[in-house]
């Protein structure tokens, strides 16, 4: 396997605080790989300086071995990278289906001009791009909403929604900021599959930050667990969860929430 992402010494200070110490992490191409940790613990930044959100004070994120930083959030998606949000943030009065279809879709290198010499393939471009939106409700089991308006959405259906919008766009990287939280049990295994299925059939690299230890043991390998801004450890998900010190950085004792089955 090779390795598409390269966080090489990475920090962030926020005035005083240090929310992100001296980062090493390797995601490998095709991985499925977790960040845990206590809340507080750096990784949403993390993601964020990934994402480009977050300019890091020092150390390189390079992506299939070119270099990130200093690239904007839009060059990043350009190629294949993608974030969602802990909060995530469809437009509420839009339906479900209306969201993924006006989602930043691959690029393709099409403009206003082509829009203008051909309207009736600017019509059939509405067309393949609806029925693309409802293929990938229908892939999240959320076909039955399309017409909702997103923002009356339950939160796990809302978050399904975050992961469809990757799915438009063919990311071939996507970073899930918590992407099982508030989800039911129900929801959450559908969920669990769909990132599996993303995963293997389609192959795309997942990142994805969970605090729900099961979810996390279900799809993840490695584990990175970060704590107080520096990562920890990196390991198979039994093993992190075992670690003595990873279980002191949770609740100082008590074991990571197991909250799944
Ligand atoms: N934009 C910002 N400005 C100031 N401080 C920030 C900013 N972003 C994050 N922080 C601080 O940096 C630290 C790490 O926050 P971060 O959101 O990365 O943690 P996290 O591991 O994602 O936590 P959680 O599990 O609660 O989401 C926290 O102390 C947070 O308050
Ligand atoms: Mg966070």
Redesign the pocket.
């Known amino acids: 396997m090779s390795v598409e992402l390269v966080v090489d010494h990475v920090s962030k200070s ?2 005083g ?1 240090q ?2 110490r001296d980062c090493s992490v390797r995601v490998e191409a095709g991985s499925i790989t977790g960040l845990i ?12 300086i990934v994402a480009g959100a ?1 300019q890091p004070d020092a150390g390189s994120v390079r992506f299939g071995g070119e270099e990130l930083v200093g690239l904007s959030a839009a060059e990043r998606f350009k190629r294949g990278l993608l974030r969602t949000f ?1 909060i995530a943030k469809p437009f509420h009065s839009m339906s479900a289906l209306e969201n993924l279809m006006a989602a930043p879709g691959p690029q393709r290198g099409e403009g206003l001009l082509s829009a203008w010499l051909e309207p009736g393939r600017v019509a059939r471009d509405e067309e393949a791009l609806r029925a693309r939106a409802r293929e990938t409700l229908e892939f999240l089991g959320l076909d039955h909403v399309r017409h909702e308006r997103a923002g009356l959405l339950s939160g796990g259906q809302k978050k399904l929604l975050e992961l469809g919008r990757t799915i438009m766009a063919d990311a071939r990287f996507v970073l899930l ?2 992407v099982a939280a508030g989800v039911n049990r129900t929801l959450l295994n559908s969920l669990a599959d769909r990132i599996e299925e993303l995963n293997k059939e389609r192959g795309v690299t997942f990142f994805l ?1 969970e ?1 729900d230890i099961g979810f996390v043991s279900r799809l993840c390998q490695p584990v990175v667990v ?1 704590a107080q ?1 520096a990562v920890l450890k990196i390991g198979a998900p039994a093993d992190v969860r075992r670690d003595p010190e990873v279980v002191e950085a949770y609740f100082g004792g008590a074991a990571p929430e197991e909250t799944s089955a």
């Open positions: 926020f005035g605080l929310a992100v940790g206590p809340n507080g613990a750096g990784k949403s930044t993390l993601f964020n977050v802990q900021d918590e930050i605090h970060m801004g």
